[in-house]
């Protein structure tokens, strides 16, 4: 015989499938939240009463869950690392890039390719007319020229690197406001129990974290009262729980180095930062940059000593023995220290001169030429600057994957929810017909059957 629900069993229900209908709708307006996981409800089956051998059951448990897998979370952390790893590095270089672009000249912006060729130039058209003073100040102003766009494209470099400092010490600062905040949500949450509540903090806390991954790499322990801590890849911690321990940053060789807290032993973590914008940032200062300036340095440093070694074996204009034309071994320090054309020593008849402009066809860099030696320089920059997007776009794509992947989890659709919805109030309209006829039903009964209208 098919049993009638009692009232009570359909009341909870409506008020279930209310709190339902609540919760979808609640999904709704935080779907574009940042943040925010996407909150179901879990069913389960309430005690269970035995009284005179008859079972009977108090009914179901309704706990609402928040949708989360650990594991992909930590994944789009780690893509998001790299991800900003690579973008960050990625505009570096292309601004490296921008000093040496070539125009529709064929020149590089720089004008280091120009004027090298215009010194060795300007050396074998004196060979010809050695005594010729326009001559002679060609080349004097071609050597000026040369060391003065090697001066300035150092110096563009060096600010370069200066401006990455900078950002550098502000992303740092980003990065112990949100150790910070991660500390405190860890401090709030740990005093809670599961429920709305604590994962609302913890929708909080986990953003933290992840825009943290977007300034540097960290590995996160999640602790057993539902904190997590934070510690660098070389195990310096920078969350305890609910106690932050800020980076500092210093200067050292002009350049910005980051240090662990005292309270963790204050040691230069510079070296153990290889995620995040932080991380991106560091590989051009550190390595990329470093590389372009060791090869114009070569460059500066090579011509000066070979033109220098030439220009002494020669006469100067009233016969004395040739000097030194440039001074200085890097690309920022190379200058014209010959400050009268009369000291290049062209001669004897002007063979010199020419010696020092065949200076420009001879293997001096490493087995090639100094253009060769330049454009191989360009070459590589391009080269690294190329490798760099593509692996952008690899890391682009790993975090667009894991992305989707987290939010089919824990993401709010608004289709899902509204079909959800649709479906929870047709349930509800049917339960509350239900209840309708039950009280009738039970009117009926109460009157012997006399047809009662109940409201």
């Known amino acids: 015989m098919l049993e009638m629900p009692t009232a009570s069993a359909i009341e909870r229900y409506l008020s279930l499938n209310t709190q339902q209908m609540k919760l979808t709708a609640a999904n709704m307006a935080n779907q574009n939240t940042d943040g925010y996981t996407r909150r179901t409800v879990s069913w389960g089956s309430g005690d269970t009463v035995s009284v005179g051998g008859a079972v009977s059951s108090t009914g179901v448990t309704a706990t609402i869950v928040a949708q989360r897998d650990r594991v992909l979370l930590r994944s789009v ?15 570096a270089l292309n601004n490296l890039q921008a000093l040496f672009a070539i125009g529709a000249t064929g020149e590089d912006a720089s004008g280091i390719g120009a004027a090298v060729s215009d010194f060795f130039n300007a050396a074998t058209s ?46 740092v600062t980003q990065v112990n406001t949100l150790a910070a905040t991660v500390a405190a949500l860890n401090k709030q949450i740990s005093g809670l129990g599961t429920g709305e509540v604590s994962d609302a ?55 910005t180095q980051i240090f662990a807290s005292s309270a963790a032993g204050g040691a230069d973590v510079t070296a153990a930062i290889h995620g995040g ?19 114009l340095d070569t460059l500066a440093g090579t011509l000066a000593s070979a033109v220098n070694a030439q220009n002494i074996l020669g006469t100067d204009a009233v016969g004395n023995t040739g ?7 890097t690309a920022a320090t190379l200058t014209v220290v010959a400050t009268d054309a009369n000291a290049i020593a062209a001669s004897p008849d002007g063979s010199n001169a020419a010696a020092i402009g065949a ?24 080269t690294t600057a190329a490798d760099a997007t593509t692996g952008r ?40 017909k239900v209840m309708s006829i039950v009280n009738e039903l039970m009117a ?9 209208a109940v409201s």
């Open 201 to 255: 903090l913890v929708d909080q806390r986990d953003l933290a974290v992840t825009h943290l991954a977007k300034l540097m790499d960290v590995n996160s322990i999640r602790n057993g009262d539902g904190s997590v801590s934070l510690a660098l890849s070389n195990g310096i911690p920078l969350v305890n729980g609910s106690t932050a321990l800020p980076l500092t940053t210093g200067t050292v060789n002009d350049s």
């Open 126 to 171: 004196l060979s010809a007319t050695p005594n010729d003073g326009a001559a002679r100040q060609s080349m004097l102003t071609a050597a000026q020229t040369l060391a003065s766009v090697m001066n300035q494209t150092a110096a563009q470099i060096t600010s370069q690197s200066s401006a990455m400092n900078q950002t550098i010490a502000d992303s």
């Open 77 to 91: 952390q780690t893509a998001t690392e790299a991800d900003s790893a690579s973008s960050a590095r990625v505009a």
């Open 323 to 329: 000097g030194p034309i440039f001074s200085g071994s």
């Open 393 to 432: 776009a690899a890391d682009a794509a790993v975090l667009t994957q894991t992305t989707t992947q987290m939010d089919a989890i824990s993401g709010v659709s608004l289709d899902t929810e509204a079909a959800n919805l649709t479906q929870f109030q047709r349930s509800y309209e049917a339960a509350a």
């Open 359 to 382: 200076l420009q066809d001879t293997a001096l860099m490493g087995g090639g030429t100094f253009a060769g030696a330049f454009s191989t320089m360009l070459s590589g920059l391009g």
């Open 444 to 452: 009926q009964a109460i009157n012997l059957g006399t047809p009662t």
């Open 277 to 295: 914008s932080i991380g991106g940032s560091l590989q051009v200062r550190d390595s990329d940059i470093p590389a372009v300036m060791a090869q």
